[in-house]
C-alpha cells in the first residue's frame, strides 16, 4: 500500500545564501576579483567578502532550492532537503524559504564548516561577478535524507551541482532507491556542462537506471551523450528516460517522452540576467507534471517560469507564477 502524498515535488540540492551588494570597481580590484567572472572560495576567503561587502540583500539559493521555490510559487506544495550549519546566514537561509511556501526541516549542523553562500558583487554597469563558498551545504550525506518525505513526494527532484563529493554521491543513490521503492519518480538536471564533464561515468549508469525525468541544456545534453546534435540526444533521451527535457535558449525547448517529440516555444522577454533560468525552466515542468498536464502544457509552464527571470536580475521571479500564469492565459 502507497504512502499518501504530502508534497507535489521534494528537491535535494545545495543550501545557499545569495548575498548581494553593489560596489564599484575599485571593490573588484581592492579584493583580486576579476569581474564578471564566478570563483570558488574556501573558509576564510568567504568570511573575508563577507564581512568587506557590508550590508546587502541576503535571500535563500542554491540551483535545486530555486526550482523548489518556484513550484511553491505556483502553487505546489514543494519541500526542500539541504544542510546549513547551524549559525547567521543558516537561519537566513531556512526562514527565507519557509516564506516562499516551501517545507524545510533538514536539521542544522552543528559541526564543520559554516554555511554556504554566494557573494554577489554587482557594479555600475549591471555585471556580476560572484565568489562561491559550498561549506556546509556540500557535506550532505544519507543520513540528511528523509525517507519519509521523499515517499510522500510525487517527484524526488536532484541537482547536477551537488554531486562532487563521495557523501552526496551516495546520498543520491540512496534517495533513488527510496523513491523508487515507494513508486514515486525521480527528476536530475545536469546544471552545468563542466559537472557533466566531471561525472559523466557516474551519471550515465543513474540517469539509465533511476532517472524518470531528465533536465538538460543542449550543451551538456550533447556532452552526456557524446553527440554532435539536438537530434542525437533526443534519441538518446527517447531510450534511457522516460521524460527527457532539453532547452535551447531563445529557441525554447524539446520535450521527449517514448514516441512524442514537443517542440515548445520560449515566451518572449528582453533579457537581462539569465541566472537561474534554467532552475526555473525545471519549477515549471514539475509543476505542470504534478499537477497532470500535457507535456505541452508543462513545457509552456517552464517557459513562462524562465521568462520570469530573464527580465530582471536574479534567480526567483519578482510576482508570483501563478499570477503570472493566469496573465498569460
Known amino acids: 500500500m502507497t504512502q499518501e502524498l504530502s508534497f507535489d515535488v521534494v528537491g535535494i540540492g545545495n543550501a545557499l545564501v545569495d548575498v548581494l551588494a553593489h560596489h564599484d570597481d575599485a571593490f573588484l580590484d581592492l579584493h583580486g576579483m576579476i569581474k564578471g567572472t564566478v570563483d570558488l572560495i574556501d573558509t576564510d576567503r568567504a568570511e573575508e567578502l563577507y564581512r568587506a561587502m557590508g550590508s546587502g540583500l541576503e535571500v535563500s539559493g542554491g540551483s535545486a532550492a530555486n526550482t523548489i521555490a518556484g513550484v511553491a510559487s505556483f502553487g505546489g506544495s514543494a519541500a526542500f532537503i539541504g544542510r546549513v550549519y547551524d549559525d547567521d546566514l543558516g537561519a537566513v537561509f531556512a526562514h527565507d524559504l519557509r516564506a516562499s511556501g516551501v517545507h524545510y526541516d533538514t536539521k542544522p549542523a552543528v559541526e564543520g564548516p559554516p554555511s554556504g553562500r554566494c557573494l554577489i558583487v554587482v557594479t555600475p554597469d549591471a555585471q556580476r561577478t560572484m565568489n562561491t563558498y559550498l561549506g556546509a551545504s556540500s557535506l550532505l550525506g544519507s543520513d540528511d535524507i528523509d525517507a519519509g518525505l521523499l515517499a510522500q513526494s510525487k517527484v524526488t527532484f536532484l541537482e547536477g551541482y551537488l554531486f562532487d563529493r563521495p557523501e552526496s554521491k551516495k546520498a543520491y543513490w540512496t534517495a533513488t532507491e527510496i523513491a523508487a521503492d515507494a513508486g514515486r519518480e525521480v527528476a536530475l538536471t545536469l546544471s552545468d556542462l563542466f559537472c557533466v564533464e566531471r561525472h559523466r561515468d557516474d551519471w550515465l549508469p543513474l540517469v539509465r537506471d533511476r532517472v524518470d525525468i531528465l533536465f538538460a541544456n543542449e550543451v551538456e545534453a550533447l556532452a552526456l551523450w557524446q553527440c554532435d546534435s539536438v537530434d542525437e540526444a533526443v534519441e538518446h533521451a ?76 536574479g534567480a526567483r521571479p519578482e510576482l508570483s507564477l501563478a499570477q503570472l500564469f493566469d496573465l498569460q492565459d
Open 238 to 313: 527517447r531510450r534511457e528516460v522516460s521524460i527527457g527535457c532539453i532547452t535551447l535558449g531563445e529557441s525554447g525547448s524539446i520535450i521527449v517522452a517514448g514516441d512524442e517529440v514537443h517542440q515548445v516555444a520560449a515566451e518572449p522577454v528582453e533579457v537581462v540576467d539569465t541566472t537561474g533560468a534554467g532552475d526555473l525552466y525545471a519549477a515549471g515542468f514539475l509543476y505542470g507534471y504534478t499537477q497532470d498536464r500535457s507535456l505541452p502544457e508543462c513545457g509552456r509552464l517552464g517557459s513562462i517560469a524562465a521568462a520570469a527571470v530573464l527580465g530582471h536580475t
